[in-house]
């Protein structure tokens, strides 16, 4: 069971940088960098894989200054909230810019919620958008983690050796996935709260079907059962987090927001959203 979920929340696809995005697209002024933090599995430091997509591309061709987080793929969030830390403090130092906006998906929210309090960025995070994090905690992995193969001895070696596949600096996968269930997350909320001087902003996406997005096919369902709607992987319910919430058109999937596909899903043009999200960021002074 813990291997097939695994392989199902793993949404890995090999992609080429030769669909760029076209030039001449009008200009976004931003007074700060924008950082994309991922969520598990994925890996943006010296990865062959590319987990954005076009969306960086296609950001820097609006004039928009894009970084990468460079947090473990299998990080808790006390460990990757101390990287992205590192990680802006050199952004900062480079662009000689107060502050940073932080879009993350999934996980990747959580690290930077984490962060903006534990190491109180409030004066150096202008925003934090969010999209299909489970900020309430995942039903997956209440399913994995209180399953019997994890607590078995194959199970917990299963864990490291994919933790140490990934090449990450410090990869946790048992305590990842502990952190990410419902439970946890509830103390998370309890205790990790707003900054005042950030600005927040929760998106979230959704399927119709398990058919919508067959990687998700045993999961999509699962979560349905238990949770309700929700992209495959996050249910709706627990990516509505504080008060400023946005549910995204179209049938898109857990990994399908990312761009990892690189073509229109629902008749959406993915890079399109992201463009949509520094645009508000634009308005608000950002």
Not at 42 to 63: E, H, K, Y
Not at 182 to 205: C, R
Not at 244 to 260: A, P, Q, V
Request: aromatic letters at 8%.
């Amino acid at each position: 069971m813990i291997i097939i979920a695994l392989i199902l929340i793993s949404s890995c696809t090999t992609i080429s940088n030769s669909d760029s995005t076209k030039k001449g697209n009008e200009q976004i002024i931003l007074n700060y960098p924008v950082v994309l933090v991922h969520g598990i599995v994925a890996q943006d430091r010296n990865s062959i894989i590319n987990f954005w997509g076009r969306i960086p591309d296609t950001l820097t061709d609006r004039g928009v200054q894009v970084f990468l987080g460079n947090t473990d793929a299998w990080g808790d969030y006390e460990s990757n909230s101390a990287i992205l830390k590192e990680t802006i403090e050199k952004i900062l130092l480079q662009t000689k810019k107060e502050k940073v906006n932080i879009i993350a998906h999934s996980k990747g929210g959580l690290d930077s919620r984490y962060l903006i309090w534990k190491y109180d960025f409030g004066d150096k995070v202008a925003s934090l958008t969010t999209i299909c994090t489970p900020h309430h905690g995942a039903e997956i992995a209440d399913m994995i983690y209180n399953g019997k193969m994890i607590n078995t001895k194959i199970g917990k070696d299963f864990l490291l050796l994919i933790g140490k596949l990934s090449n990450d600096i410090n990869p946790n996968l048992e305590n990842v996935l502990y952190q990410l269930t419902t439970a946890e997350m509830k103390g998370f909320n309890e205790t990790v709260l707003m900054d005042n001087k950030v600005y927040y902003h929760s998106l979230y996406t959704t399927i119709n079907s398990a058919f919508d997005d067959r990687l998700y096919l045993h999961t999509y369902r699962h979560i349905k059962k238990s949770a309700g709607a929700n992209d495959g992987l996050v249910s709706e319910t627990s990516a509505r987090w504080g008060y400023n919430i946005t549910k995204i058109k179209g049938r898109i999937s857990h990994s399908e927001i990312l761009d990892l596909k690189r073509r229109k899903i629902s008749g959406i043009h993915i890079p399109d959203i992201y463009c949509n999200i520094v645009k508000e960021l634009e308005i608000k002074g950002f």
